[in-house]
């Protein structure tokens, strides 16, 4: 019989001795989260070795403010919202986010219509491919599950900008999608 560690008791031990410095626990907790933290870093940058640096500056950030992780949520979630910050600081710093000024009005929200049968890293490229203010809402919105008045709050722009930059975002994935598939299967 194998035995499957449970890891909220062994984080929360863990958890405190990196918050006290001690580097073994801090890198256990490096080893155990990196590969998630990554994929969220990648996320919003295609470049990996950015996403990585910024990763790694997620992790110190973490390790820096870990006395102020107090149990009450997630460790895994507390670390996402981190990198996912860094991650939009990167693209501020680099210049590469912009945001559509006109505003959309959305009467009804679009979801995948779309029949595919298309690999993961199919839609991550595809994903890439967004101009860099609709892949960042639609990846807080989509797949870090943030509501538009957080990533209006976090990314400084009106409720209604997030909810037009996911509308474009979602048309713009499904037009790729469609594209892809048509191609794929060479029919229409």
Known sequence: MKVI???????????????????????????????????????YIKDIQNAESVMLNGFFKAFTNLKRFKNEGSFEGWLRRIMVREAISFLRQEKKVEFSTEDEVVTHESYNNVDSNIAVAQIQEIIDQLPEGYKMVFVMYAIEGYKHHEIAEILNISE??????????????????????????GTN
């Open 160 to 185: 209604g900008t997030s909810k037009s930059q996911l509308f474009k975002a979602r048309q713009l994935l499904q037009k790729q999608i469609k594209d892809l598939n048509t191609t794929s299967y």
């Open 5 to 43: 560690q449970l890891h909220h008791k062994n984080n929360t031990a863990l958890i405190k001795k990196a918050a006290r410095g001690k580097r073994d626990a801090q890198h256990t907790l490096f080893e155990q989260y990196a590969p998630k933290m990554l994929s969220v870093c990648r996320y």
